[in-house]
């Protein structure tokens, strides 16, 4: 958990973090989660969020820090995550007594106390299900800008409501970690925003409302647990006296709606229509500003959280930095300085000579192996070093392009920009 201070020239003027593994040992995660035994279900423990944010803000208090020039606060959350909260939750998270951390008073609040996340796995039949319900992959990911994913909130829900219909019951609210988060400095229950609602397989991205279709396919009644969506730059309301009362925050600072971390990205970036940001990670990740986004099964597409009347596509790449670091080991002896010195060696379309480089299935596309092409479109079977690194940037990269060309980005002149 972390957080950021920034004063109003956007100058930094406080930070730090809580480390879930080493500053809350009690909770027992690696990486912040917990890997069960089938090692498809991920999760984490909902009071260890709850904890690390009272942690960081007795931190913040015991170094001086002056809650009271606070004028507003939001925040991003991990996207997919989801936090389930019993009934008669609300009421308690309103009175929580400033005299106790916040977690003491909410550790009887959730129905689940460990929340699906991002890299849960296990939803495969309900994705399924969900796909042959609303008429296939191609109309749900039209409808609400991705095919079914395992990690996706809906599918998420229906797991619980299949296996424990006795838990889904008890639920009065269900949120995103963004919304969680919001909820916890509101004092009441924050609506999800259009951003983050959009990687849940149930907001329809274009009326920017549930999809009753895709909502009746996952469980009953889940209009009523999710609440209505908000634009993402909503003001949701002031700080909850328990903050006044516990830190000195004014009663006067504005909470602002929460997003998930890939819109935020795009928001931090200070993305701008026809602009594009790659995170060249482990995995690659691609987003973009879009104006006209064409939904497809690879991908995503969700609402923009700048301008809620236009979109954002996000594309994954699995093979990322480890494959450019095995064929940097392979081909240039592991050193970086060595791989550029043979990148510039080449020429730009390495005289027709293509690669497709995937060590592990890849997410887009499905496939997985390497693929040497020459310039005669004849496969062969290796390339000389400089030519296999040249072949593996400019494969990376022409693939990113035309998959999000298939998503709608229209790539123009730097000319035609101005």
Known sequence: LKVIAIDEQLRVIYEDNVHFDKDLPEF???????IHSDRLTVTSPVLMWVKALDMILEKMKSSG?????????SGAGQQHGSVYWKKGSMQILKNASSEVPLHQSLKGCFSVSDSPIWMDSST?????ALEKAVGGAQHLASVTGSRAYERFTGNQIAKIYSQNPEVYKQTERISLVS???ASLFLGTYAPIDYSDGSGMN?????????SKSCLDACAPELQEKLGFPVPSHSVLGPISPYYSQR???????KIVAFTGDNPASLAGMRLQEGDIAISLGTSDTLFLWIQEPTPALEGHILC???DSQTYMALLCFKNGSLMRERIRDDCASGSWDEFAKALSSTVAGNNGNLGFYFDVMEITPEAVGIHRFNRDNQKVPSFPKEVEIRALIEGQFLAKRIHAEKLGYKVCKYDEKL
């Open 247 to 253: 830190y000195g925050f004014s009663p006067d600072c």
């Open 304 to 306: 923009n959280p700048v």
């Open 179 to 181: 919304s969680f988060a």
């Open 65 to 73: 820090f002056n809650f009271s020039q606070v004028r507003a606060l």
């Open 28 to 34: 027992k995660t690696q990486g912040g989660v917990c």
């Open 124 to 128: 495969a039949s309900q994705c399924r």
């Open 202 to 210: 149930l907001l329809q991205i274009w009326e920017k409302a549930w």
